[in-house]
């Protein structure tokens, strides 16, 4: 029973460990930034895009401002911890990968860390938007609701669209030509 948990939690930690490796082939997804999956919108977008959207749901400049230092801020606190956990990572891996190594007790430890410092992310990464959700009034906070919903559904829809035509990198339509 031990054995088969401790597998389980082997492969698991592989997988995770691995994620960000594949979406680098790939598009990128959430675990690229695991400390600002469970953030605020406006922590992860853009600078250039949340200026778009503080314009339209009529962010003051005040709000603008703090909104600017909190990202900064964010940054600043979650940096030392997704640093800390890639070599975490790494080090399980490396203890996994050694065929010589027999130590159980050690990739636990290290399971544990990796496990306090994600937890540490995403909890930092809530604290923040809650920090947002305060900054914003209530009409702002509808409007960027909305805004992002919409904004996620043309994503949807382009998708759909790209998906239609061959994909991601294109394709042509029943009355088209292929290039070659």
Known sequence: MKKSALIGIIIFTLIVSVM?????????????????QHSHPLLTMSWNRVESIAQ?????????????????????????????????????????QDRASDD???ALKLVDKIALTQKNLMSSGINYHYKIQKLLTDAQ?????????????????????NQNRGGRRGGFNDGDKPGW
């Open 104 to 106: 159980k007790d050690e």
């Open 56 to 96: 339209e749901i009529q962010m003051s400049d005040s709000q603008l401002d703090e909104l600017k230092a909190l990202r900064s801020e964010v940054r600043t606190e979650q940096e030392p911890m997704k640093s800390e956990l890639k070599v975490l990572h790494q080090e399980l891996r490396d203890l996994i």
């Open 20 to 36: 960000p490796v594949e979406a680098k082939r790939g598009r990128q997804n959430r675990f690229d930034n695991p400390g600002l």
């Open 141 to 161: 906070k509808d409007q960027l609701r909305d805004l992002i919903q919409e904004r996620r559904e043309e994503r949807r829809e382009q998708r759909s669209k």
